[in-house]
């Protein structure tokens, strides 16, 4: 099966002036809603304390315990909220962990039933009376497996302490439900006892709140705490966070419609207006939208409230906590497009000429029926997204709708020499539809679109625009390191340059609907996307993920993000799920696949896999394109599946190869050789049991050519799952071999029992910060063929080597290569086939250096050296991009580099750096890129880590001049660099 998408407009000679008024205030206006607001956390605080949220109904049985893993939402309350799908567990294997209740009035207790976490496994108990605070006596004491479900208590008791003296061997102790009864053999409830008053109400006190701008994400804030899970960073992200906001509504503005959008809230969030709830959305990576209109105060204060709760949402990463992305108002006139109102198409599309449809849903929120009329007209967009000439012009579509209903209109327009978007030429164009009632203008809707082609093809690729292109993608977590998941423009146009600067050219949201704001970089810059939906669907992964809302959620999270989503050029196919545990058959696939083609009928549907099986069981059936994730021995046997002969396939997400940046260790071997000091080695040759270096890709790839692309894993490091050092039990789903899944589990339970510092990632071929790891020239040499470029690894600052064998590794574009130690050439080599690198293993460590010369087609095409430098002496400073807008969100990324006296930057340096600001910018962030680092991000000095640190700068809003920032460290030399505010 191919399926084609194209939307086209045509330039036609004499429309240059548009007859119709630019998007005006009077009929729609869309402003920043993110300045003054007003935040305070409660539940678990960053340094493990927890603080009452006000309002909050609290249970009449309060619940304490000896620990807990907080950091996972295994908190001691659990143990009582009914729930069992949730637990109580200790943070840490110990043999004497307890769950202490205090039933108050509720009690006493009479008899008591655990529900343990291990059901098959034995737990030894003591259930001990408290008394002010001591062991009054023992009730009961026991085994799980032994003893009947109902445990009686030898006496009454009001507070009551469960010991558990001995866990399950390799287990923490843990409780998932514990349920009481009286003398009378009834349940004693553990209701809830009515609270203060709520931030949600409108006079609650706020004047001691902080006050802050969003996007805002509270976890990066910090501190990092051994006690948290590393799979989330170590970060305390996990909390109650209320935002409140005073505002005012002209009263010029009664009448017209008024909505609240959110382009995210991480998580549960729910939402009040003056007293009243509006609404509110539980996934935290959806766009939603809420009306505002009937609970206003025009003229007047209002003021919205909004709670989120991260304490009840499960991550495999870190996601962050906050209103992490951009907040919008937006007024209409009662008569007016809906939201994401337009859809473009195309049913055919030439070079010479094509017709273009606009799908336009109108809602009348009037008092009466509304005769309307609907016309459009086609602007060319710059590349800076600012409208231009008129390309096209529809004819105008008369309609009635009837009051609170909604009416659907589409607008055609004959085209001629369509501008393309394309990879190289990303060219778009905008949408202006006008709505116009009783002959008065009420509403101007933009929508930007691009015109281009795609097909996905059996056995010959991806088609853009009748041109074959192999996808090139990297996947990426939504965080933006050093400054967490807070969105920032400039932040992600910086780390799509940098990929671009790679040769990637395709982009997967793992594992989630994205910031709008990444689409539409994509469409300017010239990236195909693939939009991720989901991680998992009625089957979990880890406690309070998205399978507890999977049945009530799925449906409007779907539609919505494929109706936001879907007049982005960029956006080539959707994925419906990410390495869901539903890969037998299409039972669940299926649906999920027809709610997104009723949306969007144009693009395939596809879900990223890793059960090979799923390539040639049922579930193949259920997606328009198969993704495989890894699994490299399974792509000959899925591509001659006779019944995929129609099938396009390519690997969703490959390699995972780890590393770090800057270390190197010995032998260059696979596995724990590669692993010291929680660090990985950058000869790129390690990976988890599942996954595979680059090089073994690429083989895998050049050897089945049918697969059209794939999405690496990951392009940049990023916050939480720091494999190999993580010990989240759900590394074991990439596992079928009962054999390998069981070495891997014991591999994880020992990491479990080890006081792990990785906080980050070490997949990624960029760092946290964005420095380029070794890894970042294989990629480059391969995508990007046509680039003269070569790179020697590893760096040559090895005093405690000399004399021994060194392996030289060379990544180039060229066919062959050759290497020279301080001027004596070490030999020629050219690369086989299936040969990605070229190796010198038996270099000899003398301080010097190394050069290598490589060649195309037996003429030089590019070189690269490495050498022993000094000692530090000094620090060199610079930043990316000359200039800064003075606008408070445009950032400044400053790279410091610990320098020997010839100014080479000293690998193995890891110097303390102290920064400081002159002028109107302040310091955002720093980082260094060392995935064990507990350093806080927001400060004012990093350590650098193997010769690097970064430091993340900000002009002040309206402030222009230079902003000097100046970088110290103790017995060196001191540097500053400057970049102008406009």
């Not at 946290?768 to 680039?787: H, N, S, T, V």
Request: some cysteine.
């Amino acid at each position: 099966m191919s399926l084609s998408r194209s939307i086209t407009i045509v330039a036609i000679a004499g429309l240059a002036a548009s007859t119709f008024p630019a998007r005006g205030q009077d009929v729609r206006s869309r402003t920043s809603f993110n300045e003054g607001w007003k935040f305070a956390r409660f539940g678990p605080m960053p340094d493990g304390a927890t603080r009452p949220e006000p309002g909050a109904p609290r249970k009449a049985i309060r619940v304490e315990a000896s620990s807990e893993e907080a950091g996972r939402g295994n908190t001691a309350d659990l143990a009582l909220d009914g729930d069992p799908g949730t637990r109580w567990c200790a943070a840490g294997e110990g043999t004497q962990e307890w769950l202490e209740i205090d039933l108050g009035r509720a009690g006493p207790a009479s008899s008591i039933e655990i529900d343990w976490e291990f059901r098959d496994l034995e737990y030894a108990y003591a259930i001990d009376e408290r008394e002010g605070g001591r062991r009054a006596d023992t009730l009961a004491r026991g085994t799980s497996r032994r003893d009947a479900r109902r445990i009686e208590l030898s006496r009454p008791a009001h507070r009551i302490r469960i010991r558990i003296s001995a866990p399950p061997a390799g287990k923490w102790a843990s409780i998932r439900e514990v349920r009481l009864y009286d003398s009378d053999r009834k349940a004693i409830d553990n209701e809830s006892v009515p609270a203060g008053e709520a931030p949600w109400v409108t006079t609650f006190p706020d004047d001691d709140w902080r006050s802050l701008s969003v996007p805002h994400d509270w976890g990066i804030e910090g501190p990092f705490r051994d006690d948290l899970p590393g799979d989330t960073g170590k970060l305390p992200w996990k909390a109650i966070g209320w935002y409140r906001k005073h505002f005012r509504i002209p009263a010029s503005d009664e009448g017209r419609r008024v909505f609240l959008d959110f382009d995210g809230a991480m998580a549960n969030s729910r939402v009040w207006l003056n007293d009243r709830e509006i609404g509110g959305w539980p996934y935290g990576y959806q766009p939603f939208r809420l009306e505002l209109t009937k609970h206003l105060k025009y003229g007047g204060e209002n003021v919205v409230a909004v709670r989120l709760d991260t304490v009840h949402w499960g991550s495999r990463w870190y996601p962050g906590g906050g209103l992490y992305r951009n907040v919008w108002l937006e007024k209409t006139s009662p008569v007016h497009v809906g939201h994401w109102g337009v859809f473009a198409t195309t049913p055919g599309l030439t070079d010479e000429k094509g017709t273009v449809n606009l799908a336009v849903a109108v809602d009348n929120q009037g008092d009466g029926p509304a005769a309307i009329s609907v016309r459009s007209e086609v602007h060319e967009l710059a590349s800076d997204g600012t409208p231009s000439r008129v390309a096209a012009r529809s004819g105008a579509v008369e309609q009635s709708i009837p009051a609170g209903r909604s009416g659907h209109v589409t607008l055609s327009a004959s085209v001629g020499n369509p501008r393309r978007w394309d990879l190289d030429h990303p060219d778009r164009y905008l949408a202006r539809v006008v709505v116009e009632q009783a002959g008065k203008i009420v509403d101007v809707y933009d929508q930007p679109f691009g015109f281009r082609t795609i097909e996905f093809t059996p056995r010959d690729g991806v088609q853009l625009n009748g041109r074959r292109v192999f996808l090139k993608g990297t996947c990426n977590h939504h965080d933006l390191g050093p400054l967490g998941a807070a969105l920032n423009v400039s932040a992600l146009e910086r780390q799509l340059t940098i990929l671009k600067e790679m040769g990637d050219n395709a982009l997967r949201t793992s594992h989630n609907p994205p910031a709008p704001e990444l689409l539409d970089l994509a469409d300017r810059m010239g990236f195909l996307v693939m939009v991720e939906a989901f991680d998992c669907w009625k089957e979990g992964k880890t406690a309070n993920d998205y399978s507890r809302i999977f049945d009530a959620w799925h449906d409007r999270d779907l539609r919505a993000m494929v109706r936001r989503e879907r007049n982005h050029p960029s956006v080539a196919f959707w994925s419906i799920g990410n390495e869901i545990a539903e890969q037998d058959g299409p039972g669940v696939a299926r649906p999920l696949r027809e709610i997104v083609r009723a949306e969007d009928p144009t693009r395939p549907v596809t879900a990223g896999c890793n059960q090979a099986k799923a390539g040639t069981n049922e579930f193949r059936t259920a997606v328009d394109v198969f993704g495989l994730n890894y699994n490299l021995w399974a792509y000959g046997r899925i591509v001659g599946f006779p019944p995929n002969a129609d099938k396009p396939i390519y690997t969703s997400e490959s390699s995972s190869c780890v590393s770090s940046r800057g270390e190197y260790f010995f032998p260059v071997e696979r596995g724990k050789d590669s692993q010291a000091n929680f660090q990985v080695s950058s000869y790129d040759v390690d990976a988890p049991p599942w996954a595979q270096p680059p090089d073994e890709v690429f083989e895998a790839l050049d050897r089945n050519p049918a697969f059209f692309g794939e999405f690496v894993w990951t392009g940049f490091d990023y916050i939480g799952e720091p494999t190999p050092y993580n010990s989240d039990a759900t590394n074991l789903l990439n596992f079928s071999d009962p054999t390998k899944k069981a070495e891997m589990k014991a591999q994880l339970e020992a990491l479990g029992r080890l006081k792990v510092p990785s906080a980050s990632s070490y997949f990624g071929i960029l760092d946290l910060c964005g420095f380029r790891k070794d890894r970042f020239y294989i990629y480059q040499a391969r995508w990007r063929p046509e680039l003269p470029m070569a790179h020697v690894l590893p760096h040559w600052n090895w005093p405690e080597r000399v004399g021994q064998a060194t392996p030289v590794h060379v990544y180039t574009s060229g066919d062959e290569a050759e290497l020279f130690q301080d001027g004596t050439s070490l030999g020629r080599k050219k690369r086989g086939r299936f040969e990605y690198r070229l190796r010198w293993d038996d270099v000899t460590y003398r301080p010097g250096g190394l050069e290598v010369v490589a060649y195309r087609e037996g003429k030089e095409w590019a070189r690269d050296r490495v050498s022993t430098t000094g000692e530090p002496a000094k620090l060199r400073i610079s930043p990316e991009r000359p200039g800064v807008r003075a606008d408070g969100r445009d950032l400044a990324f400053f790279t410091v580099a610990v320098a020997d006296g010839e100014g080479r930057t000293v690998p193995r340096s890891h110097n303390l750096v102290e920064f400081a600001v002159d002028g109107p910018g302040e310091i955002v962030a720093v980082g260094n890129g060392d995935a064990t680092s507990h350093e806080p991000f927001q400060a004012r000095r990093r350590s650098a880590y193997n010769g690097l640190c970064q430091v993340i700068v900000k002009g002040r809003p309206g402030s222009a001049g230079r902003i000097t920032v100046r970088a110290t460290s103790p017995g060196l030399a001191g540097a500053d660099a400057s970049v102008e505010a406009r």
